[in-house]
């Protein structure tokens, strides 16, 4: 191999090479493109539901409401994460990445399927949402779109896992992968089983488009392609802990409290966390309750389990090593002089903490059988996933990328000051989002109804004026929302294309890539050895951890009592 081939980053220590990281800014400029795609439709969206405003007509709002799902769901999240495979096995392995020309290959076809799929719904006849589901059809060109950008994906998984091998032959690591490319890995093997769940329906379902297949049997068609449209989150729930970790390593040096135990999660998250894909067929008939309960309650515990050891290790590391600086003081002076000014670090604890206490809980209730059928099917079901898509996956990228721009496209990063304050007002008007939608959906407000007035139908219904005002705010704290994702494709497109060249004494590096000296860091090493309080070393997250856990008891407390009240026993 050709030393010219690799260049090592001055900042960061990161070692790059050349194919691998044309790749990545190829997937992660498109990424954006789908983001901002995404954003707008949003925008029409938010003012639809938005009961005072209601802007768009019916038909319109399906089609927009198809756009938005499809490419904040699908298209922005996998374009980052393969960009992050190749990440995490090329770079953070110093490694030449496997099969370069075939990556080109998976970035043409996802491409492909992403415009074929977007045209086919702006051409008004795939206005059937991300689910899609049979027997409303679609054209063609929407189920081939997503066939492609599948097969393309599927590609991207195996060069990175050929990447990896590699990288063992070649000896370019020591010991075991760092702990964040095996979070890397847990999301390839995960995606894996999701892309292949989806070519087992949605080639089926294209033949059926085309007249070649006479029909679909729909309740098998949910089945299999929620193990799909469901398992999709599972992958960005993988994919963004492994970024949790290394921001955290990146920022603070900070070391896992215990490699085994975190690497044991991510198996856990193979094994299970898959069957959380059952919430969305809790009130299917054609599923016996065994299959469930099962599902969602005993076995999927045990992915619970794997997020919480997640949500734990992650902070507890970071007091660690904060600690181990001095910051001693008290249970939070750790987190209180944090860099909450380093949008990197504010991103990815922000995501943290919205994925935990909204994403979290709300999931864990919605995956209870007797629960589930008061919220399925309302604004509720939105709101959780918003809470797990947008504040856990979209706002972990976010943080990842404005370490990238300078690391990884070379460019200083437009508006830094803008950009410190970019994760809160997107993150924070996201949780009040999510927050809002879920009170909605628990009074009934309905998930897909374009008009929750129901104006001019023959039959109505009456919610409580609470139900609009909630309804309001959804509206209200979208926008905030909104504008905060602005500001992020702003700040990274006109970094990325016209921001100024970073050289070895990089401006933005005091704030930001100063910090983080990623090689040594994130490589598998031991725990800290700093002190704690009362016998913990991480006090401070044992406090926030025992609070996480009252709120989830409260709040599952209040769920059996309002399904109580609505259902009652005589």
Known sequence: MKNQEFRTCPESGLQFHKPAETLMRLNAVVAVVALLVGGLTALAVTLTRWPTVHWLPADRFYQLLTTHGINMLIFWIIFFEIAVLYFCSSTLLRCRLATPKLGWVAFILMVLGAVLNNVSVFSGNSSVMMTSYVPMPAEPMFYLGLILFAVGALIGCFIFLGTLVIAKEEKTYEGSIPLVTFGALTACIIAIFTISMGAVILIPTFMWSMGWIANIDAP?????????????QQINVAAHVAVWYAIAAIVFGAKPLSEKVSRTAFVLYIAFLQLASAHHL????GLSSTWKIFNTSYAMYLAVLASM?????VPGSIEVAQRAKGLTKGLFEWLRKAPWGNPAFSGMFLSLIGFGFLGGISGVVMGTEQINIIIHNTIYVPGHFHATVVIGTTLAFMSLTYFL????????????????????????????FTLVMMGAGTLGVQRRHWDMAFTDSAIGFDYPA????????????????????????????????FGKRVESDSSYGTETTRLMKAPPSIQPQGGH??????????????????????????????????????????
């Open 466 to 497: 609470s139900a609009f005002t909630l309804m309001g705010l959804v509206g209200i704290s979208g926008m905030a929302a909104i504008v905060g994702g602005a500001i992020f494709v702003l700040i990274t497109v006109v970094s990325v294309f």
């Open 282 to 285: 809790l009130v299917d008939p």
């Open 309 to 313: 050891i997640h949500g734990l290790t």
């Open 529 to 570: 050895a700093a002190a704690g309080k009362w016998g913990f070393a991480a006090p401070g997250t044992f406090v926030l951890a025992v609070f996480f856990l009252a709120i989830f008891v409260v709040y599952y407390w209040i769920n059996w009592k309002y399904l109580a009240s609505v259902w009652p026993m005589s």
């Open 405 to 432: 721009i300078p690391v990884l496209f070379r460019r200083q990063v437009f508006l830094p000051g803008l950009a410190k304050f970019q994760p809160y007002i997107f993150g924070i008007g996201m949780m009040v």
């Open 220 to 232: 098998l068609y949910r089945l299999i392609w929620w193990g799909f449209g469901h398992s999709s």
